[in-house]
């Protein structure tokens, strides 16, 4: 095919940009003689540099260009397509041009940030000019499809980030399917006493919320449930969620709690999930008071009846709604939704990782969650702090950064710690009157009120010793320190090394991403940091949209952040998911793969291989076909296609051959 | 297999009860062993603080004679710590830095030597534990050491930064044989703790300070004497001790021997081959032991 | 009391080193002193820190701060044991031992050691003697080392060695090895190779 046929009106003429990008191009490349040598390429009507081409003036520059009929293809040379390839196509497209008769050369990220020297840096901008001239060529006039969205959400995680997305959703009439995996919704701030900075009581802002997303209309509630299968895409996934049998009728169980009590076992007998195994429950329970919904839950695990066949079955005596079925079933429900919202949270560092911390071998070692348990007022000691012998501790060491700025466990700082432990300290004397000990590496305090609360903290006559703990063990050096855990830390703004005896040591551990993150994001399709946190689409200017289309994040599952940060971001999910369903259709991409059917042998290679079944198979005909809503453009199905049937839009051989020579033949 | 052994210049001198007594439980356990011809010095601390190339050309020389021993898979067993912790950071800056290692080679090359990288640096309790196994040290236990609490101390060197055979925090290899030999142990902080190293012959009273804080914490937790596997912590711990006394008041004696010499005692070798008559604090009373403690001497 | 010494606390940049830091950086693995996070760690865990002059952790800002002659003049380096405790708990994984180990080095090469202090007199003591005989003989090293840091104190460790020698723990010949040759063809070669790493313009390092 020649190019003088792929142009709509007789030859093309294409226009050449070339950025500056401030001096992040030009301080490295010579923009001017890239344009020179730009106008020396055939099919090249026009071929300018300017400062910032994504900036209005620079997009006029080439609107101008179309209008006056000088071009009909556009090149330009700057940055990585991701962020402003949709900036030059809308422009073209705004006045009339076909936005895909359109190419990027990618002469920063690839040329002048990974070359310092200048004139190879030229010549290689030189050469990806060329390449994208050529193959712009052969570009065709492409059109967008619109596929109708789905306008019902399906929010993943129901801690203070899915409960806040769920209820901003719904509150704009939306229908929302939130799945939570606990037994209850309420997150790790459930299990909070008070929050930073303003000490307010975590229950008392966290539970009308909870019984809101309860009664709410729009909200179907699925708690001790996952999501097991996601299909489709933006604007139309299909999900199978997977229902855990409670074996209590969730519309019979009114939350009366009286099989609990009727249990043959008198007492709690096992670790209390809910508290972090600080007290014990019964193989029939609800996590806590405030529940929602307030379900009683038996454990199969450790049921008698269920791991014997042996019981009397009190609790299903005494309950006068007959809500206790010891024949429910796993559940599966197929949903059919637009948007998502992923809100799966984190989880705490695990404290024993650390040996020189004595967690695990020194009983009155605790993490922060466990002491989250201690402090508050529905916890098992009634927001008591006390150790396992029953006194209250006289000095109290918190230990920042576990787990957290160490090449060993996780680089990156955590976030939260400096100031939950903060609170801790406060809470922790204030109950107890103890002499306090912060070990801290950096002091982060950066929020809306945070400095002055640890100011507070410093005036409260708690310690601060900066520097990161060393030791936590029980030698003792003096008689002081006889019986009691030592905390040994160099004080470095004195320059000595100190020794602290205490009664309670706290280690404010980090957060790290939930242990089957990685398990959800390829469910999901999306993709995850080096950490393994779920990644967002751009640090700065997508900070709640994924790399895929109709997937947002929320909370912490997306990187360490506390209560205000989730709930905004949350907020922020919300309002992404909403505007794309209240578009009312979305737009695909045409980089779809297509069938040229003369050529197809009907070999069916292509059929199983498409990662996302967009390929099905025409017997009458015995051809493949391609769903263009369903295709992806990955690409797999063409490289495999033995009779190169199979082609791609916007990767067609001719465009890919042509871009390749560009490179070789300017070389 | 026959290991090569590298004792070291501290097991030639100080540390000869170790030698002695290695050699001794390596002959009952039937593990072959074969001296290195001429090895030299391993650098110890002190090299390495006045020339690094040549410190890692000093253990180069070892492990190019030793490799030319064993055809291709040599193991080289090594029980002080410092020779131990010496070699294996010749051989890990070897592998992990070119330029140090084309160094090396070509002054290898120069002595007529080379070395290809393929010697096994282990230590005598990673090669009991692993290759002989606790069943068979059991089975050779004549004489148990029924009644007699050890502090196993393992000291720095020989667990930081490069033991791959036990934990670097908490390592128990040495527990696990004498509990096998009948003994039984306390659990303590202090077992890697450095006990000073050389700093006992240089700056007395802060090497003999180390020393005393592992001996008290040991006989605080009710140790009957301390296991060793390094000849310097057991001059260290052992040696000084009258001086210690009166400088920070230790109180009484402690006993201080190597663990090879335990094993020797439960194996019923004889005390003189085990070179118990040159401790400085007897061991208690094998008796006394046999019958369940009580009356241990405690010098 | 000693002599108040306020007046010369306030460094200025003319006095310090500017190279001094990347110079240490150098030795392999170095790179990471550069992102000391000043923890502390390393002075926490050292069982030697309470000895210091300055803390490891201070050794390491004053070594990126070019701190050249107090770093060099310390004591801090002569009392580190290399026990590795700092090594293997840095959350930064920087090699503090081989620091200490390079300052050392840099330290006995200009000669600004701390005089008559014992541990660079062993270490250099030490360092002779294996390179002549190819074995360290720990009872003639102790004498030197204190003919030439303190006389007297050897009169105090004779009992010490009258013990070991009564038990034969302390021989009196002097310990060597069969090819001593061979020996010192490997160390002069070492050298020549540090001479031409020189002549080639290489930065030497520490
Ligand atoms: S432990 Fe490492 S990071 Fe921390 S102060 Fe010491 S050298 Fe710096
Ligand atoms: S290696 Fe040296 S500086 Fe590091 S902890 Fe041990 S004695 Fe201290």
Redesign the interface.
């Known amino acids: 095919m020649s190019a003088v046929n792929a142009s709509p009106n007789g030859t093309p003429k294409v226009g050449v940009y070339v950025c500056h990008c401030g001096i992040n191009i030009a301080g490295v490349i010579d923009v001017t003689k890239v344009v020179e040598f730009a106008k020396t390429l055939p099919n090249v009507t026009v071929a300018q540099e300017y400062k910032f081409m994504c900036s209005d003036p620079g997009q006029e520059l080439i609107q101008k260009d179309l209008k006056d009929g000088k071009i009909d293809r556009v090149v330009v040379a700057s940055c990585s397509p991701l962020m402003h390839e949709p900036t030059f196509r809308r422009a073209m497209a705004a006045c009339g041009g076909n936005p895909f008769l359109f190419q990027m050369a990618n002469i920063r990220e690839h040329v002048s940030w990974v070359n310092k020297e200048k004139g190879s840096a030229t010549e290689k901008a030189k050469a990806l000019v060329a390449a994208a001239v050529r193959r712009v060529v052969f570009h065709k006039p492409l059109q967008k499809t619109q596929v109708p969205v789905n306008s019902d959400v399906l929010i993943v995680g129901g801690g203070i980030s899915g409960i806040h997305a769920a209820l901003t959703m719904a509150d704009a009439g939306r229908k929302v399917y939130l799945v939570e995996r606990e037994p209850t919704i309420g997150g790790h701030m459930a299990k909070f006493d008070k929050t930073f900075p303003t000490l307010d009581c975590s229950a008392c802002i966290l539970t009308p919320k909870m019984s809101q997303v309860r009664a709410h209309p729009n909200i179907t509630l699925w708690t001790y449930s996952e999501v097991a299968e996601i299909e489709g895409y933006v604007g139309n996934f299909k999900a199978r969620v997977r229902r855990k049998p409670k074996y209590v009728d969730e519309g019979l169980c009114v939350g009366c709690l009286e099989c609990i009590e009727a249990c043959i076992f008198k007492k709690g007998k096992f670790k209390d999930e809910f508290n972090v195994g600080l007290s014990l429950r019964k193989p029939i329970y609800v996590p806590f008071p405030q529940a929602t919904p307030l379900v009683a839950v038996i454990d199969p695990e450790t049921c008698a009846f269920f791991r014997t066949g042996k019981c009397k079955q009190t609790c299903a005596e005494v309950c006068e709604r007959k809500a206790i079925d010891f024949n429910q079933k796993e559940e599966i429900k197929e949903i059919n939704v637009g948007a998502i919202i992923l809100a799966t949270g984190f989880k705490t560092f695990d404290a024993s990782r650390i040996?020189?911390y004595g967690y695990g071998k020194y009983p009155t070692v605790y993490t922060s969650l466990e002491v989250e348990r201690l402090v508050n007022a529905a916890g098992p000691t009634g927001g008591e702090v006390l150790l396992p012998n029953g006194q209250k501790p006289k000095a109290v060491g918190i230990v920042h950064?576990v787990g957290s700025?160490?090449?060993?466990t996780n680089r990156y700082c955590s976030r939260v710690c400096c100031m939950y432990s903060l609170k801790l300290a406060h809470l922790i004397h204030e109950r107890t009157g103890a002499e306090v000990y912060n070990f801290y590496?950096?002091m982060r305090t950066p929020g809306k009120g945070y400095e002055e609360f640890y100011d507070r903290l410093m005036k409260e006559n708690v310690h601060f010793i900066?520097?990161?703990?060393?030791?936590v063990?029980?030698?003792a050096?003096t008689p002081e320190e006889e019986g009691k855990l030592v905390i040994?830390?160099?004080?470095?703004l004195v320059?000595?090394?100190r020794r602290i005896p205490v009664d309670m040591v706290v280690l404010s551990v980090g957060l790290e991403p939930q242990p089957d993150a990685d398990e959800v994001r390829r469910r999901f399709n999306i993709s995850c940091s080096t950490e393994g946190w779920f990644l967002e689409r751009h640090p700065k200017l997508a900070p709640v949209s994924t790399f895929t289309d109709g997937i947002f994040l929320a909370g912490a599952c997306q990187g360490p952040k506390d209560i205000p940060d989730c709930v905004a971001q949350a907020g922020a999910a919300a309002a992404e998911a909403l505007a794309m369903i209240d578009r009312g259709h979305v737009e695909l991409e045409p980089n779809t793969a297509f069938v040229t059917e003369e050529f197809c042998s009907g070999c069916k290679t292509c059929v199983p291989l498409c990662p996302y079944s967009a390929i099905s198979f025409d017997t009458s005909k015995n051809k493949a076909v391609v769903n263009g809503a369903l295709c992806k453009g990955c690409g797999t199905c063409v490289a495999a296609c033995p009779s190169g049937a199979l082609q791609q839009n916007l990767f067609t051989d001719e465009e890919i051959f042509n871009e390749i020579e560009g490179v070789v033949k300017y070389v | 297999m026959t290991y090569v052994y590298f004792p070291g210049c501290s097991l030639t001198s100080t540390g000869r009860g170790y030698h002695e007594s290695l050699q001794e439980v390596c002959r009952a356990l039937e593990v072959p062993i074969q001296e290195l011809e001429d090895w030299n010095c391993c650098g110890a601390t002190s090299y390495m603080a006045v020339d690094e190339s040549k410190a890692f050309a000093l253990s180069a020389r070892n492990l190019a004679l030793a490799e030319r021993l064993g055809n291709g898979s040599t193991q080289m067993m090594v029980p002080c710590a410092a020779c131990y912790l010496g070699l294996n950071k010749a051989q890990h800056y070897l592998q992990e830095f070119p330029a140090i290692r084309g160094k090396v080679d070509k002054a290898l090359a120069a002595a007529g030597l080379a070395y290809s990288g393929r010697v096994q640096i282990r230590h005598p309790l990673d090669i009991f534990i692993k290759d002989i196994g606790r069943d068979k040290i059991a089975a050779r236990v004549a004489k148990p050491l029924a009644g007699l609490k050890v502090a196993c101390y393992y000291g720095c060197q020989l667990v930081r930064p490069y033991a791959e055979f036990d934990?670097q925090?908490?390592p128990t290899t040495m527990e696990t044989i004498m509990t096998v030999l009948g003994a039984e142990v306390i659990d303590?902080?202090?077992k890697t703790r450095c006990c000073g190293g050389s700093l006992t012959g240089t700056i007395e009273d802060v090497g003999l300070r180390l020393s005393y804080?592992i001996l008290t914490?040991a006989q605080?937790r009710g140790a009957d004497l301390v296991a060793t596997a390094c000849p310097l912590c057991q001059f260290n711990l052992e040696c000084y001790q009258g001086k210690m006394n009166g400088r920070f008041g230790l109180n009484g004696k402690v006993p201080v021997a190597y663990f090879t010499q335990l094993m020797g005692l439960a194996f019923g070798l004889s005390n003189k081959s085990l070179g118990l008559n040159r401790l400085f604090v007897p061991l208690p009373e094998r008796r006394a032991v046999a019958a369940g403690g009580g009356a241990h001497v405690r010098g | 009391m000693e002599k108040w010494q306020g007046w010369d606390k306030i460094q200025y940049e003319a006095g310090l080193d500017p190279h001094f830091g990347t110079k240490i950086a150098s030795i392999p693995g170095g790179d990471k002193l550069l992102a000391c996070?000043?923890?502390?760690?390393c002075?926490?865990?050292?069982p030697l820190?309470?000895y210091m002059d300055?803390?490891p952790?201070?050794i390491v800002a004053m070594i990126r701060a070019g701190f050249k002659a107090e770093v060099l003049s310390s004591y801090t380096t002569w009392l580190c044991a290399s026990c590795y405790s700092c090594t293997v708990?840095c959350?930064?994984?920087i090699k503090i031992t081989d620091v200490m180990y390079a300052v050392k080095r840099m330290a006995i090469q200009e000669g600004v050691y701390p005089k008559r202090f014992p541990t660079p007199v062993l270490a250099s003591e030490f360092f002779h003697s294996v390179e002549k005989t190819g074995r360290s003989t720990e009872s003639w090293l102790l004498v030197r080392m204190y003919l030439k840091t303190n006389p007297f104190k050897m009169l105090k460790q004779a009992m010490l060695g009258f013990n070991l020698w009564r038990r034969g723990r302390m021989g009196v010949g002097v310990e060597s090895i069969k090819r001593k040759d061979e020996l010192h063809r490997l160390f002069t070669a070492m050298e020549n190779e540090t001479r031409a790493e020189r002549r080639a313009g290489q930065e030497v390092r520490p």
């Open positions: 040996a020189r950064c700025r160490d090449e060993k590496i950096d900066r520097g990161r703990v060393a030791e063990s029980d030698w050096m040994r830390a160099e004080d470095t320059g000595a090394v | 934990d925090h908490n303590w902080p202090l804080i914490e605080k | 996070i000043q923890c502390g760690t002075s926490g865990v050292c820190s309470p300055y803390t952790r201070q708990e959350p930064k994984e």
